[in-house]
């Protein structure tokens, strides 16, 4: 199966990230921050000075009690951070040397196709390592006890300066290939890979594979999902990082939890882009030090589209493997809009479009305007490469119209998908948090 996608955007940045895999000393300290997990109400299950082994449970979710967090390293329990209204916001953990874990059971490739559905569900939910699954509509923690009609697995990130996964996943064809017959027990449809054409996964067995191509946000899941077999009211979708399919692999194949990844430290204000071999919960400061430019630069947990802004002693995000480092200013040019689109120092989405120069642009965070009056101009449409109707959607969700909303396809939305939107914006609009709301309000209304 081919799919092509026609409408979106590659944005070129300056600060693209080498194809050298750099190794890191191990950090002193890592951190989960359940902040991060939208809709959970997490119980915890350790108090500071409680020593943890790598993979034993941290907290779980209120809600769903079975879906508890692994502790991404072996160590003793430093900091628990408690925000406004005792809201949890970062588990701190001091590692130990030796970092202890208790192995599971392991089986071998053969044994994993002959698991059934319950046994492989089992052995997630008790290594505490559930939470990688998140389903469709919502974006959140998937439901245990729900039955999705297909599985999702991007190997395509099309995102600016995010992880190779083709360099990434070359050396674990065989973790992969077994975390993908583990997760095909899981549902009863197909579990859809989407790679690129001539893909080293392309002789993965178990899963149906999808060759796309195209801009971002072609690599998205939400717009794989759209053009493959869309979201209807009802229906639950899982999706899975791609290195976390290796998690699963080595959970089975090995019986232990192994958090590294590899990630991305870029952008134009890095001295050295580059791939980094890390781990879950990083703290920036082991990763930055030698990273970062003199000048005032902002670092961004994930890819400049749709991360979130860290101080220099916060923590990589659960689910990124980008650190994107961008320089931070907020200088204007007077009268600009009287000289649009043809300078080497602003970017213009329009010239983009026309090819008058495909040269990597040196980002910053300045927005180069203000939040003003939507006029609809077609700029959301020609990077949404989804038929729905992105400026309706938009007004619905503002009405608080429920019924509008789900005429014109919020179901299948995410905040992600419309990044590029809010980026080619003329208004200045974040359209992905416009989004965001009209996906709340839904789930409110149940």
Same mark, same amino acid.
């Given at each position: 199966?081919?799919? @092509?996608?026609?409408?979106?955007?590659?944005? =070129?940045?300056? !600060?693209?990230?080498?194809?050298?895999?750099?190794?890191?000393?191990?950090?002193?300290?890592?951190?989960?921050?359940?902040?991060?997990?939208?809709?959970?109400?997490?119980?915890?299950?350790?108090?500071? $000075?409680?020593?943890?082994?790598?993979?034993?449970?941290?907290?779980?979710? *209120?809600?769903?009690?079975?879906?508890?967090?692994?502790?991404?390293? !072996?160590?003793?329990?430093? =900091?628990?951070?408690?925000?406004?209204?005792?809201?949890?916001?970062?588990?701190?953990?001091?590692?130990?040397? #030796?970092?202890?874990? #208790?192995?599971?059971?392991?089986?071998?490739?053969?044994?994993?196709?002959?698991?059934?559905?319950?046994?492989?569900?089992?052995?997630?939910?008790?290594?505490?390592?559930?939470?990688?699954?998140?389903?469709?509509?919502?974006?959140?923690?998937?439901?245990?006890?729900? @039955?999705?009609?297909?599985?999702?697995?991007?190997?395509?990130?099309?995102?600016?300066?995010?992880?190779?996964?083709?360099?990434?996943?070359?050396?674990?064809?065989?973790?992969?290939? &077994?975390?993908?017959?583990?997760?095909?027990?899981?549902?009863?449809?197909?579990?859809?890979?989407?790679? *690129?054409?001539?893909?080293?996964?392309?002789?993965?067995?178990?899963?149906?594979?999808?060759?796309?191509?195209?801009?971002?946000?072609?690599?998205?899941?939400?717009?794989?999902?759209?053009?493959?077999?869309?979201?209807?009211?009802? #229906?639950?979708?899982?999706?899975?990082?791609?290195?976390?399919?290796?998690?699963?692999?080595?959970?089975?194949?090995? !019986?232990?939890?192994?958090?590294?990844?590899?990630?991305?430290?870029? $952008?134009?204000?890095?001295?050295?882009?580059?791939?980094?071999?890390?781990?879950?919960?990083?703290?920036?400061?082991?990763?930055?030090?030698?990273?970062?430019?003199?000048?005032?630069?902002?670092?961004?947990?994930?890819?400049?589209?749709?991360?979130?802004?860290?101080?220099?002693?916060?923590?990589?995000?659960?689910? #990124?493997? @980008?650190?994107?480092?961008?320089?931070?200013?907020?200088?204007?040019?007077?009268?600009?809009?009287?000289?649009?689109?043809?300078?080497?120092?602003?970017?213009?989405?329009?010239? &983009?479009?026309?090819?008058?120069?495909?040269?990597?642009?040196?980002?910053?965070?300045?927005?180069?305007?203000?939040?003003?009056?939507?006029?609809?101009?077609? &700029?959301?449409?020609?990077?949404?490469?989804?038929?729905?109707?992105?400026?309706?959607?938009?007004?619905?969700?503002?009405?608080?119209?429920?019924?509008?909303?789900? =005429?014109?396809?919020?179901?299948?939305?995410?905040?992600?998908?419309? &990044?590029?939107?809010?980026?080619?914006?003329?208004?200045?609009?974040?359209? $992905?948090?416009?989004?965001? =709301?009209?996906?709340?309000?839904?789930?409110?209304?149940?």
């Amino acid at each position: 199966m081919n799919i @092509t996608i026609r409408r979106g955007h590659d944005i =070129q940045i300056v !600060g693209a990230p080498s194809k050298q895999i750099l190794h890191i000393s191990n950090p002193s300290k890592i951190a989960i921050m359940p902040v991060e997990f939208r809709g959970v109400k997490p119980k915890l299950l350790v108090e500071e $000075g409680d020593s943890v082994t790598k993979g034993s449970p941290l907290f779980f979710d *209120k809600s769903k009690p079975d879906v508890k967090w692994a502790s991404p390293g !072996g160590g003793k329990i430093s =900091q628990i951070q408690f925000g406004p209204r005792r809201v949890l916001e970062k588990i701190e953990i001091e590692l130990d040397k #030796d970092e202890a874990q #208790d192995p599971s059971v392991s089986y071998t490739q053969t044994e994993i196709e002959n698991l059934s559905s319950d046994k492989v569900l089992d052995t997630i939910l008790s290594s505490n390592l559930f939470p990688l699954i998140r389903q469709r509509p919502f974006n959140k923690i998937a439901n245990p006890s729900d @039955t999705p009609r297909n599985i999702f697995i991007s190997a395509i990130n099309t995102a600016p300066l995010t992880v190779d996964l083709e360099l990434v996943l070359k050396n674990k064809i065989e973790q992969f290939q &077994a975390g993908i017959t583990a997760l095909t027990k899981l549902t009863k449809g197909n579990v859809y890979l989407c790679i *690129k054409s001539n893909s080293i996964l392309s002789e993965i067995r178990g899963a149906k594979k999808v060759n796309v191509s195209g801009p971002h946000p072609s690599g998205n899941v939400g717009i794989q999902i759209h053009k493959i077999k869309p979201i209807n009211p009802g #229906d639950i979708i899982w999706s899975i990082n791609a290195q976390d399919v290796v998690v699963f692999g080595n959970l089975f194949l090995n !019986g232990i939890y192994d958090p590294s990844k590899v990630i991305t430290v870029a $952008g134009p204000g890095a001295t050295n882009p580059v791939h980094v071999k890390a781990r879950t919960g990083l703290s920036l400061q082991s990763l930055l030090y030698e990273h970062i430019d003199e000048e005032p630069v902002r670092i961004i947990s994930g890819d400049v589209l749709t991360g979130k802004e860290m101080m220099k002693t916060g923590f990589i995000g659960f689910y #990124d493997s @980008t650190v994107s480092i961008l320089p931070d200013t907020v200088e204007r040019e007077f009268l600009g809009m009287l000289n649009p689109g043809n300078k080497k120092n602003r970017y213009s989405l329009s010239s &983009a479009f026309m090819k008058l120069g495909n040269a990597a642009f040196r980002f910053n965070t300045s927005q180069n305007g203000s939040k003003r009056a939507v006029v609809p101009l077609n &700029a959301w449409e020609k990077v949404l490469p989804m038929d729905i109707y992105p400026n309706e959607l938009y007004r619905a969700i503002l009405a608080r119209d429920v019924e509008e909303m789900e =005429q014109l396809g919020i179901w299948e939305c995410d905040d992600e998908d419309f &990044a590029l939107c809010s980026f080619s914006c003329p208004s200045k609009i974040d359209v $992905g948090s416009v989004i965001r =709301q009209g996906l709340d309000l839904i789930e409110a209304e149940g």
